[in-house]
């Protein structure tokens, strides 16, 4: 996962971190409900790693040229080491990685199926506006984790190179046939609602991650500060897709 332009920046980053986020996992994880809310989100980042990484290998079949086969391939290896980091991780706080993912694959596999895509083009818009959506909401997450999860998490969510490979293809194949921007645009706001209702889905069916977002867990969002956060992903999400050529 990417978040190419690191588009978002949580309000908190720029604040001394307090609570929970100034805390390690050897001392947060002592509250139950802290350490279930971290496996969800764990577990969740686990699998959609593990999405991406096929994802990209079934992407790299529908490229045009040997050299972007290639930088597609590189990009899923990418992906993979992130779901590794994280299987590890699991792992060594004693949860089994498979059960830690298995409540997110459902919704994961439903938001991919539906949202397959037809062409080059669409899987190179579906990646970058998807994928970036997803690790925005996980930005903001992690300002609220204590400081081990915050840097894995954050560790994890680094650019593959998806992004800008994403956007100089798109931008040269709308510049070759303007028609084609149309089609992407609508395609592009489709991904978007079909994200942010996948994400809120999922956390609203898992009580220790919809705990964390609405403040049951010190340091984590109050419900005036989940919709902001709402707001910030979107106006990144209008960003990207100008940065594609794009109308959001």
Known sequence: ?????NATAPASDAEEPTGIAAQDWATASADPQYHAAVVDLLGALAYGELAAF??????????PTLADKAALAKMAAAEFHHFEQLNDRLSAIDVEPTGAMEPFAKALDDFHRQTAPSDWLEGLVKAYVGD??????????AARLDTD???????VLDDTGHGNFAVEKVRAAIEAEPRVGGRLALWAR??????LSQAQRVVAERDSLSTMLVGGVAGGFDLAEAGRMFSRIT???????AALGLAA
């Open 132 to 141: 970036s959506i997803a690790s925005d909401f996980y930005r903001e997450v």
């Open 235 to 241: 106006e990144a999400h209008t960003k990207r897709m």
């Open 190 to 195: 489709r991904l978007m609602g079909e994200a």
């Open 54 to 63: 096929e994802r990209l290998a079934e992407d790299a079949k529908l490229a």
């Open 149 to 155: 999860s915050r840097a894995l998490v954050l560790a």
């Open 1 to 5: 996962m990417e978040t190419p332009d």
